[in-house]
């Protein structure tokens, strides 16, 4: 079977074995971040509908589970906002009734649980992976650029209430962006409001290659480790990993193109690429799936694993 909305499963730094699962197209989203490393937002909305045939997504759910995939979680993610798919809660269910033994994770930007009907719709998630990097109107605006409906205390208030009802995990990730979320005064408004989450992770994150704008920079490991203490005693990580951005831009290319022009060849695994190319397998990876986002790359199963082909 063809997968047009499963991808991976990719190895990832959070999640380890991760199934993931795309219920928009590229790119619905409720945010258009100026960070954002699968690019700008076309479709800026916080209408929830049926983006992708929920029947369609089910169908290749069961093809993918019923082969029994050792995996650590499924995870909706992909290149847009899951929660703005009305049917994510009958796709948990789903998972949940016939194949108990996956943990199920989403991703999200946190705008839509101020909803009651989208909070009861996921209560059934093993771990809430929520992003909040700002908690002022002003700085939410410049950084998240959000859908104009949208109000960031209400955003807010939705993260708390689904935090003191939900059973399972919760790892909160902040996005810094210099200049935006990194003054004492936001930093603190983010703590207070952290505080009230309770997250069982802050992850702190920053980028680590090139966004939608590219007069971004990350933060330095320096100014990282400030944050962090600044935030404690909440249980703060720091997930970014520091590279100088000319280093990730140049490398970004060359790569990219490498892995472009080996798979137009022939079909190769992500550890048929890295032997090949001499290049750790979590940054084929971190390749692998971007150019998959964008939809350069496709992959089909095979014994000896997962093979990417250039489109
Ligand atoms: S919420 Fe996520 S997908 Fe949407 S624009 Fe922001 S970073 Fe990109």
């Known amino acids: 079977m063809k997968y047009n909305h499963l991808f991976g499963p990719v190895p990832s730094r959070r999640l380890g074995i991760s199934l ?23 479709n800026l909305t916080i209408e929830r509908k049926e983006y992708i045939p929920l029947n369609d997504i089910l169908s290749e759910l069961k093809s993918y589970l019923d082969n029994d995939p050792e995996l650590d979680y499924i995870t909706f993610s992909g290149a847009g906002e899951p929660l703005l798919h009305n049917g994510i809660g009958k796709v948990i269910t789903f998972i949940k009734e016939n194949y108990p033994q996956y943990k199920l994770a989403l991703l999200t930007n946190s705008t839509l649980l101020y909803d009651e009907n989208v909070r009861k719709e996921i209560s059934e998630i093993d771990l809430l992976l929520p992003s909040l990097d700002a908690v002022s109107e002003k700085v939410f605006k410049k950084l998240n650029r959000p859908n104009s409906k949208l109000d960031n205390n209400k955003i807010v208030e939705g993260l708390i209430r689904f935090s003191k009802d939900f059973s399972g995990k919760i790892w909160l990730e902040v996005f810094i962006v210099p200049g935006l979320n990194d003054t004492i005064e936001e930093l603190e408004l983010l703590k207070t409001v952290i505080e009230d989450i309770s997250p069982d992770q802050v992850q702190l994150n920053t980028l680590d290659r090139p966004g939608t704008e590219n007069w971004i920079h990350p933060v330095t490991k320096n100014r990282m480790e400030e944050i962090a203490e ?77 093979f990417f082909r250039a489109k």
């Open 20 to 42: 993931g699962v795309d219920l928009v197209p590229h790119k619905v989203c409720s945010l258009n971040c100026i960070y954002c490393e699968v690019g700008k937002t076309t």
């Open 230 to 306: 600044l935030l404690k005693p909440l249980p703060v990580e720091i997930i970014a990993k520091f590279q100088s951005r000319n280093k990730i831009r140049s490398y970004h290319k060359d790569v990219e193109q490498q892995i472009i022009e080996t798979i137009k060849r022939r079909p190769c695994t992500d550890k048929d690429l890295s032997e090949m190319l001499g290049i750790h397998i979590n940054e084929i990876n971190k390749y692998l799936s971007e150019l998959l986002h964008e939809g350069s790359v496709t992959f089909h199963q095979q014994e000896r694993g997962l």
